[in-house]
């Protein structure tokens, strides 16, 4: 998963992406429609390439019905990515206060944790002296 | 102190080594470092730290690495490089800025203006486009504005993106050094346990050893050879162990 900066230049992307999608859809599939009286649809022999491919109106309506909702999906999807991002509250200093904090704990827990550590091996030494205390016998 | 090379030579197979090469001779190197340590004594400085020693002998300059470019920049490969990695502004770039100027943090150094803006930017993307398919409905040769528009909002919206990253950048580091103290908390505290729980059956081991260290003594000489068949066997059981623990 990226972060969420990438994700949202990538949605915003995918959102460009949809518009030239829409288009395309618009430009294909729309109906003919006579401008004025004189005007009228020239019949295509099948042999040529069709300019249009209508689509019936009511499919027409479905596909743009769904390519307008998908838009705002998508939308929508940017605006959460927006409010989503780390950290809008805190500033540079406050960043750079944290991170020295959290150097001096990591410090910390390392030495604790080498301690533990040299416990541990002072047992298992201890554990081990007794197992041949229990053999000798 | 370049070597002017000779000219009407037959050109060789392979090219000649750089003409320096021959100022690398050990003595050199020798010289070279220990110039580079007093430099870092001097200064307070570690050894490894140093990249370059600014005097040096004439004879020992290419040993040296070369200075930082004075105006900061240079180039590579054809390409304009500077030593501040900075990110273009969108007016050196020749696109409007739209939204307030500045890199949209408020007196605290804030952010939270530029999710506003950002919100912002992107609903008057999706308006724009709505304008966009009603001008190419009515007069598409009227679109093109339109699409100009659009296109410096989209540059507006990475670039406050982009203008975002260095203190996403910061926010994760904090994330990463988070994590990486609860792990080696976690870490400490299992070895405590596991040493808490040894330390008890120590304990337990050590209050049932003395009574069979008595009983030893007191084993009569009947029970003898079966006691010699048991220790046989308990020390096999101990050889077998050992070979899995070792």
Same mark, same amino acid.
């Given at each position: 998963?990226?972060?969420?900066?990438? %994700?949202?230049? #990538?949605?915003?992307?995918?959102?460009?992406?949809q =518009?030239? @999608?829409?288009?395309?859809? /618009?430009? $294909?599939?729309?109906?003919?429609?006579?401008?004025?009286?004189?005007?009228?649809?020239?019949d295509?022999?099948?042999? %040529?390439?069709? #300019?249009?491919?209508?689509?019936?109106?009511?499919? =027409?309506? @479905?596909?743009?019905?769904? /390519?307008? $909702?998908?838009?705002?999906?998508?939308?929508?999807?940017?605006?959460?990515?927006?409010?989503?991002?780390?950290?809008?509250?805190?500033n #540079?200093?406050?960043?750079?206060?944290?991170?020295?904090?959290?150097?001096?704990?990591?410090?910390v827990?390392?030495?604790?944790?080498?301690?533990?550590i040299?416990?541990k091996?002072?047992?298992?030494?201890?554990?081990?002296?007794?197992?041949?205390?229990?053999?000798?016998y | 102190?370049?070597?002017?090379?000779?000219?009407?030579?037959?050109?060789?197979?392979?090219?000649?080594?750089?003409?320096?090469?021959?100022?690398?001779?050990?003595?050199?190197?020798?010289?070279?470092?220990a110039?580079?340590?007093a430099?870092?004594?001097?200064?307070?400085?570690?050894?490894?730290?140093?990249?370059?020693?600014?005097?040096?002998?004439?004879?020992l300059?290419?040993?040296?690495?070369?200075?930082?470019?004075?105006?900061g920049?240079?180039?590579?490969?054809?390409?304009?490089?500077?030593?501040?990695?900075?990110?273009?502004?969108?007016?050196?770039?020749?696109i409007?800025?739209?939204?307030?100027?500045?890199?949209?943090?408020?007196?605290?150094?804030?952010?939270?203006?530029?999710?506003?803006?950002l919100?912002?930017?992107?609903?008057?993307?999706?308006?724009?486009?709505?304008?966009?398919?009603?001008?190419?409905?009515?007069n598409?040769?009227?679109?093109?504005?339109?699409?100009?528009?659009?296109?410096?909002?989209?540059?507006?919206?990475?670039?406050?993106?982009?203008?975002?990253?260095p203190?996403?950048?910061?926010?994760?580091l904090?994330?990463?050094?988070?994590?990486?103290?609860?792990?080696?908390?976690?870490?400490?505290?299992?070895?405590?346990?596991?040493?808490?729980?040894?330390?008890?059956?120590?304990?337990?081991?050590?209050?049932?050893?003395?009574?069979?260290?008595?009983?030893?003594?007191?084993?009569?000489?009947s029970?003898?050879?079966?006691?010699?068949?048991?220790?046989?066997?308990?020390?096999?059981l101990?050889d077998?162990?050992?070979?899995?623990?070792?």
């Amino acid at each position: 998963m990226t972060d969420r900066l990438t %994700q949202l230049q #990538e949605a915003v992307d995918q959102l460009t992406n949809q =518009f030239i @999608a829409c288009f395309y859809f /618009l430009e $294909r599939h729309h109906d003919l429609e006579p401008f004025g009286p004189s005007d009228k649809i020239p019949d295509l022999k099948p042999e %040529q390439q069709k #300019e249009v491919d209508s689509l019936p109106p009511e499919v =027409f309506q @479905a596909g743009m019905l769904e /390519l307008a $909702r998908d838009l705002i999906l998508k939308e929508q999807q940017i605006e959460l990515l927006i409010s989503s991002l780390p950290g809008l509250e805190n500033n #540079e200093q406050d960043q750079l206060k944290m991170m020295r904090d959290l150097e001096e704990e990591l410090k910390v827990a390392e030495a604790q944790r080498l301690e533990a550590i040299k416990e541990k091996e002072e047992v298992l030494a201890k554990l081990d002296q007794v197992l041949r205390m229990i053999r000798r016998y | 102190m370049p070597v002017s090379r000779e000219e009407g030579k037959l050109t060789p197979l392979y090219p000649d080594p750089p003409y320096f090469w021959k100022a690398h001779t050990p003595e050199n190197i020798e010289r070279y470092n220990a110039l580079k340590q007093a430099y870092a004594d001097d200064k307070g400085l570690d050894v490894a730290d140093v990249a370059r020693v600014p005097e040096v002998p004439e004879d020992l300059c290419y040993l040296n690495p070369p200075a930082e470019p004075a105006d900061g920049k240079w180039r590579l490969f054809g390409q304009q490089l500077s030593l501040e990695d900075e990110l273009q502004s969108l007016e050196a770039a020749g696109i409007e800025r739209l939204g307030t100027a500045g890199d949209g943090a408020d007196a605290d150094g804030r952010h939270v203006d530029r999710a506003l803006e950002l919100k912002r930017l992107a609903k008057s993307l999706l308006l724009n486009y709505l304008e966009l398919t009603r001008v190419m409905g009515n007069n598409p040769s009227q679109g093109e504005a339109k699409v100009l528009d659009i296109k410096t909002i989209l540059l507006n919206m990475h670039h406050r993106i982009n203008e975002y990253r260095p203190h996403q950048a910061r926010e994760q580091l904090i994330q990463l050094m988070q994590e990486s103290l609860d792990s080696k908390r976690a870490e400490t505290a299992t070895i405590r346990n596991a040493v808490d729980k040894a330390n008890r059956v120590l304990t337990g081991l050590a209050s049932i050893e003395i009574p069979e260290f008595e009983k030893k003594e007191t084993v009569s000489e009947s029970a003898k050879t079966q006691r010699d068949l048991l220790e046989k066997r308990l020390s096999e059981l101990w050889d077998q162990i050992d070979e899995r623990f070792s």
